[in-house]
């Protein structure tokens, strides 16, 4: 069953810095397109990012600059560098693959990051 | 604000249809597919609906989804209380090059 795992959330101050980390499992994860969706306490989803499996990127303008996603084939795992917080990315990150059929399929558990002084 | 717009809350009796509509524009609706996800409370999104009408296996055939123009439907038909739940839809948009989400409907079942 494809599994996605996410961790690295935490409480950092505003201007700080976080990495994110996704660990994959049963599917080829070298081969899928991988999104950072992000949804603040009590509201909506927000797309992050993607990366491509040839490793193509896209961004969000609201973390375009601060933000990096990245991958490593070798170790199935999906990064997203967090850097500048501000409170504003205060929110629950979840990782997500895209297939053939859909783009969020599946969805990790999440990671929360709180940035708060 | 939202690319997407959904109503923020619906409800309906079991048994019952409801829908619940996602109104976009012709850069994001308007030009490609609509999906929908469930997200239950406490839990991550699910995949309910894919390219405006196609249900993953699994997904009972009481959910529905449909697309006319710059706006997208997703019906419930037999409304059950386990379908208490925020739903999403979901398009790519081309004047963002991104990914853009309605805001959000919860359901409840009265």
């Known amino acids: 069953q494809v599994q996605l795992v996410e961790s690295g959330g935490g409480v950092v101050q505003p201007g700080g810095s976080l990495r994110l980390s996704c660990v994959a499992s049963e599917f080829t994860f070298s081969a899928s397109g991988m999104h950072w969706v992000r949804q603040a306490p009590g509201k909506g989803l927000e797309w992050v990012a993607f990366?491509?499996?040839?490793?193509?990127?896209k961004y969000a303008d609201s973390v375009k600059g601060r933000f990096t996603i990245s991958r490593d084939n070798s170790d199935n795992t999906l990064y997203l560098q967090m850097n500048s917080l501000r409170s504003e990315d205060t929110a629950v990150y979840y990782c997500?693959?895209?297939?053939?059929?859909?783009?969020?399929?599946?969805w990790g558990q999440g990671t929360l990051v709180t940035v708060s002084s | 604000q939202s690319v997407l717009t959904q109503p923020p809350s619906a409800s309906g009796t079991p048994g019952q249809r409801v829908t619940i509509s996602c109104s976009g524009s012709s850069s994001n609706i308007g030009r490609d597919s609509v999906y929908w996800y469930q997200q239950l409370p406490g839990t991550a999104p699910k995949l309910l609906i894919y390219k405006n009408n196609q249900r993953p296996s699994g997904v009972p055939d009481r959910f529905s989804g449909s697309k006319s123009g710059t706006s997208a439907s997703l019906a419930i038909n037999g409304l059950r209380s386990e379908d208490e739940s925020d739903y999403y839809c979901a398009a790519w948009d081309a004047s963002l090059s991104g990914w853009a989400f309605g805001g959000g409907t919860k359901l409840t079942v009265l």
């Open positions: 990366i491509r499996y040839d490793g193509i990127k």
């Open positions: 997500a693959r895209e297939t053939s059929i859909s783009p969020f399929d599946p």
